[in-house]
């Protein structure tokens, strides 16, 4: 009799009172008082509950298992909806085997290993599901906030035959039969892409890192949310070009998340201007205030922290720039300023350096000078230099990384926790 009945969702129910429908998802929790039960319902718009009598308030399932429920929608004061199903039929669609752990408390009772060991399972816990929703509007927000700026949004190779940022720790694999790398960053392409008259544009997507060590702040793979803008007045544009940018995506998520942010216990900070520091500035402080000493020209993950809380304390803000590096400090491809630092910046967020950026070289000779002073081979490089040939502005960018971004915002300990599937020293799978 009701087999044609379209999938109602939670959310609709509202607007069906007196009619019969037919909801589906994963059941939450049944409980049993007598000739009565309870079923609770959840699916991607909510929690529905269906009320069982008669014969069907004996109906037993495991929970998390794939059911459908068909009855009457009446209103009620005892759930949040401000309905429920007074079933007449119901149906296990998947039955679910033993659970690892229970998803269905407020909490997950588990630790993080095991929590990603079973990501499907921990993902159907609202509160992890939250982190995910939240991380795609920031998505969403970055590439809607620069799309309606101008920029266009490029795609570039992930299997190159150069590293682009330097360093060891880069993934090499074989390219049929020849040496190649994945991309840690997507540095040299956007560049060519500003290079190639296209001026402003962005990409989203995965970088590898071979990080070594085990630690809350690295990923092996990570979303990369990466900048580049030809004829830049200074190195000073593309900070305050960011701090519009996350504006932007902390609005967005007030706005599109407040069911997630009221279960996380979040509240998105408000950002009017972000101060600056030189890093020079920061060491300082750092010695003087804190008496610890930092890698030179850098801050350590210790002084990350105390810059940011002398920040947070003296201002009271919860991001801060750190300016101006030394070369030593930075990648070759970055214009240097005076005595010899460079055009460049770091953006920390609560404690944690979320994004790099600068003005890069646009001079061919110069370019070559500072590949050579960095011990490398220009040979290595000779696609990307003789873009330089050709006429390039002057021009600049950075790269936020997705994870550590939504790890702050949330207050997560691990960066693992927003990556779905995180890639680290041990992790392969799932
Ligand atoms: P950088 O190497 O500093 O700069 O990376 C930019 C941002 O990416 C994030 N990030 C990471 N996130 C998780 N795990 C990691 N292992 C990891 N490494 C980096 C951080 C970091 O701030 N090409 C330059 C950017 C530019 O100048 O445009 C670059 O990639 O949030």
Redesign the pocket.
Known sequence: MYTNLKRTLAKECIKKVGETIKVQGWAKRVRHLGNISFLVIRERTGEIQCVLEGELAGFNLETESVIEAIGKVVSTKQTSLGVELLTNSVKVINKNSLLPFEVNKKEINTGLENLLNHRVLSLRHEKVASIFKILSTLEEAFREYLTNLGFTRIFTPKIVSQG??GGA?VFKLNYLGKEAFLA????FY?QMMVASGLERVFEIGS?Y?A?EHNSS????E?I?L???IGFIDGFEELMELETEIIKYMFEKVKEKNKNELNLLGIEVPTITEIPKLTIHEAREIIKTRYNKKMPDGDLNAEGEKLIAKYIKDTLGSEFVFITKYPKENR?M??MPSENGLTK?F??LFKG???????E?IHEYEMLIESIREKGLNEECFLNYLNTFKYGVPPH??????L???TARLLGLKN?REASAFPRDIHRLTP
Do not use: C, M, W
Request: aromatic share 6%; no cysteine; hydrophobic share 25%.
């Open positions: 682009a940022e720790n840690q960053s997507p540095q956007k970088v890192r990080e702040r690295h990923l092996n990570y990369s990466d900048v580049e990648p491809y970055t460049s770091d953006l944690l350096e979320i994004t790099s950026g600068g890069r600049g960018g950075f790269a936020i990384g994870e550590r971004l960066v």
